[in-house]
């Protein structure tokens, strides 16, 4: 299985591009994280935040693989436990399919990425920087695989 992360926003610092190739790398090939950068709207003063969001959605959507879970990281969504996303990502796992996790930009997901989603997932009821979004995502990933194999990088 392979872990498609389509996040709007590119041209990342270096802080974050280390941070998600630390636990990136950490991660074993049958659970690998393939991050797809989706460029931002081109904002200007005629453009709304609703014509963004649908603009940065079309292109989240054209980028999506074929016949994949596609989980909406969404503040509605469902907050999951990080024993949770282990069991979750244990489903993903044996089901044989990709997934893809879909962060939007600035103005959040397009109602076209919301109702493309098999599942919605909140992170937290805070709101995060986009790009540390992808370090945590990354993080809780390698954590859910751990504790689904066994490895002490989890202590509960």
Do not use: F
Request: glycine share 6%.
């Amino acid at each position: 299985m392979r872990i498609h992360l389509l996040a709007v926003g590119t041209r990342m610092p270096s802080w974050v591009v280390e941070g998600y190739r630390e636990y990136t790398r950490r991660l074993p090939r049958e659970c690998s994280l393939h991050l797809v950068e989706i460029p931002p709207a081109k904002r200007h003063k005629s453009l709304t935040a609703e014509q963004a969001r649908q603009q940065e959605g079309q292109a989240l959507l054209a980028a999506l693989p074929k016949d994949c879970n596609v989980v909406a990281l969404d503040v509605r969504g469902k907050p999951w436990s990080t024993e949770t996303l282990a069991a979750q990502l244990d489903d993903w796992l044996l089901s044989g399919r990709d997934v893809a996790l879909l962060v939007g930009g600035p103005d959040g997901l397009s109602d076209a990425c919301l109702a493309r989603a098999d599942q919605r997932w909140s992170l937290s009821a805070l709101t995060y920087p986009h790009a540390l979004v992808r370090i945590v995502l990354a993080e809780q990933l390698y954590r859910a695989w751990t504790i689904s194999t066994g490895h002490p990088y989890h202590r509960s």
